[in-house]
């Protein structure tokens, strides 16, 4: 593997650009699929090969791994007994038949960083004020076990931890049960920590189709999620007249296409989903009497986001008048527009100036676990461009320069955290 | 349990009609759930408990049991060796959650009425022309092993028997897999047919709305039915630009309104449903990529099922390019109205009359064994009213009343058969 000009980052030293470029190849084939992806759910084979990789990468270069009980990984380099953590990462697990690039790059580069650091304190000699820990967040992607960002909210305290461990997959295996015999279940909190870092590739085109190479996060868009189940009546679908019929996948299918009209109101500042719905009994010759789906409401203007849940409301009993069935809807999350400390984007925007990379701030959509951890302490969030904005997909790419020039961008902040300078 | 005047039918003495409600109670505790309903898919526990408990009844009233290489269970009474056989029966295994009566009844019926023909002959010393069996067919529900009315189609050749053993259920265990353990999986092609004769519950509600007893089922509604695959891309639920996304799920939504808006031009004519539905990757925050689904278009018109099918054709391109997905559109099955033999329907039509029952002639939108039977031999098929037309449904209820006329009908039916009346 060799760096061109272009490729080779403004301050990242060809060996080190290539060792991470390298152990990034390693780390992509665990769980890889035919198409380039990766498949790694939570505490599945391939995220718990992959975990055990990490731990022998981090030990390898002098930090200590440990897991706390919810099975969140954590790699520490106590350089200043005592003193609380700047807590460094993302997450390994996968969605099925996702990319590469999604949490994978951002634990990786915590560690190189990390790696780098520690190499320069020992030559310097220096003490930093902090503490350094990599982290591997458990279950960010919620994909089996519901919800998402699991790891890093029992972290936090925003999820009890009896609660997640309990939670169980569609094959009724609970996270306890998965993460037993790994030995990922560990006993205690994990590390204190005093702020926070992640990078995360943008999972959206705005930073390419800006030429930019460095997101600086300002804050995450506001969301509304809810389980929505329908209720209709079972009946034979061929033979039970129309009129008569209650059936739950047309109630549903409705909301669907309403959902799209919704968002399609408010063009740019509205996303609305629905990835997940089960009906049941879905036989081929049954009308349905249920269906459970997950609808998501993501918007950058509060006002907008109160507005599109107001037409949702109404919407409601139209649906069920049309279609006589009965839906009820339950909100499961909602957050409102939520600002990182402005203080990590100034020092964040200062470490990319100097380091001479195209930058800008940007809101993130998407969900991260770095989202919960600024609730606690301060907290520096980066995206780099992905191409296309492909993610959660096998096709998602990032160029080596940009997740290089993410990786330079990340041992600056680090290296300030490391410092005290955002310390909580 | 005492019948009074208005449930004891026209010839069916008092000792007999007590004991088929007792049977039908017994048959009615396999795979019971607690509304009420029956839980017995094609080879789960409780639909094996119950065919055994079925070949203990059968051979109690001396039927010889055996079983064809598809798991169709034969109940044999040889009163003629040599002479082919009146095959009467429907199927015991159920949908998920659904009632007591439907397929269940008709096997009921076909054993009680053989059990009293053979007591009658005994008694007379009699020789009738054609010999008798019950049939318990395996898997006409289809929603365990598609597709549906398996036994019979491979019993009348309409499906290759590999083919069949070969089906998998959602599990990936295989048909063959599932019988071979149960001893139901035999050797032979099973008896040779000379006619067939079936009861069932109608299913809808026209004979309820007349009053009528006995439906005599002259002709199946035409059908059409697809498999449908929405193709689209995969990428994050939050994140990705609405103009970009390809969503699967968006597009099967469309067309599950579209169905029932096709079904609404041409009210009482054409029915239409998509009962399965399942959804890729399925995950609370990725855009569905894959959708699978099964369309059905059921019409008592062939011009309008033709129109029905064109105007399906000229929505799919449309739904295409709105929602920027692929739709694949695969016809599994395709029948016209096809008669029951004339014939048969006069010798019922004279039974039900000389006993005295409220009859009428009646199609079915629903699929029965006996569609299959009718393309090899010639077959009578008899409807009994279902409350409210309910069905595939744990609360499908038939009054004993109706049961037992039913019964009464069906006997009379196969008492003439067995004379060689309609001998193929």
Avoid at 149 to 171: H, K, Q
Wanted: proline share 5%.
């Amino acid at each position: 593997m060799t760096l061109d000009e272009k490729t080779q980052p403004a301050t990242l030293d060809p060996v080190r650009a290539q060792a991470f470029l390298a152990d990034f190849a390693t780390m992509s084939a665990f769980g890889a699929t035919i198409h380039g992806g990766v498949d790694r759910q939570a505490a599945s084979p391939a995220d718990i090969e992959q975990r055990r990789w990490l731990q022998g990468l981090l030990e390898q270069h002098g930090l200590r791994v440990q897991y706390d009980r919810i099975g969140n990984q954590f790699g520490l380099l106590e350089l200043n007994p005592g003193a609380p953590y700047v807590v460094v990462g993302s997450h390994m697990d996968s969605q099925p038949t996702a990319g590469r690039y999604d949490g994978a790059y951002g634990v990786l580069a915590a560690a190189h960083a990390i790696f780098r650091i520690a190499d320069e304190l020992r030559e310097t000699g220096e003490q930093p004020a902090l503490n350094l820990a990599v982290v591997n967040w458990f279950n960010e992607e919620g994909s089996r076990f519901v919800p998402s960002m699991m790891g890093s909210s029992v972290y936090t305290g925003l999820m009890p931890l009896e609660e997640a461990l309990a939670v169980e997959d569609p094959a009724g295996i609970s996270v306890r049960e998965a993460l037993e015999p790994t030995g990922f279940l560990g006993e205690g909190d994990g590390p204190v920590a005093a702020c926070c870092a992640e990078i995360h590739i943008e999972q959206g085109r705005l930073l390419e189709d800006a030429g930019t190479t460095i997101g600086l996060v300002t804050a995450s868009w506001a969301a509304s999620k809810y389980v929505v189940t329908v209720e209709g009546e079972q009946s034979h679908s061929g033979a039970t007249v129309m009129a008569d019929r209650r059936d739950a996948l047309l109630g549903a299918s409705q909301l669907v296409v309403f959902a799209r009209e919704l968002a399609d109101r408010f063009p740019g500042v509205l996303h609305t989903a629905v990835g997940k719905l089960d009906v049941y009994p879905n036989s081929p010759v049954v009308v349905a009497s249920r269906v459970r789906l997950l609808l998501d409401l993501r918007c950058a203007d509060e006002a907008v986001l109160a507005e599109a849940n107001a037409l949702l409301q109404a919407e409601l009993p139209r649906i069920e008048e049309r279609v006589n069935v009965a839906l009820s809807v339950e909100k499961s999350h909602e957050w409102g527009i939520n600002p990182y400390q402005p203080e990590g984007v100034e020092l964040a925007r200062s470490v990319a100036a100097r380091l001479g990379y195209a930058h800008d701030e940007i809101k993130t959509v998407a969900g991260h676990d770095s989202i919960n951890m600024k609730e606690r302490v301060p907290t520096v969030m980066l995206f780099v461009p992905s191409v296309q904005g492909v993610s959660h997909n096998e096709g998602e790419y990032t160029e080596d320069r940009d997740a290089l020039a993410g990786l330079d961008v990340l041992t600056g902040v680090v290296r300030r955290l490391a410092s005290g300078e955002l310390r909580a």
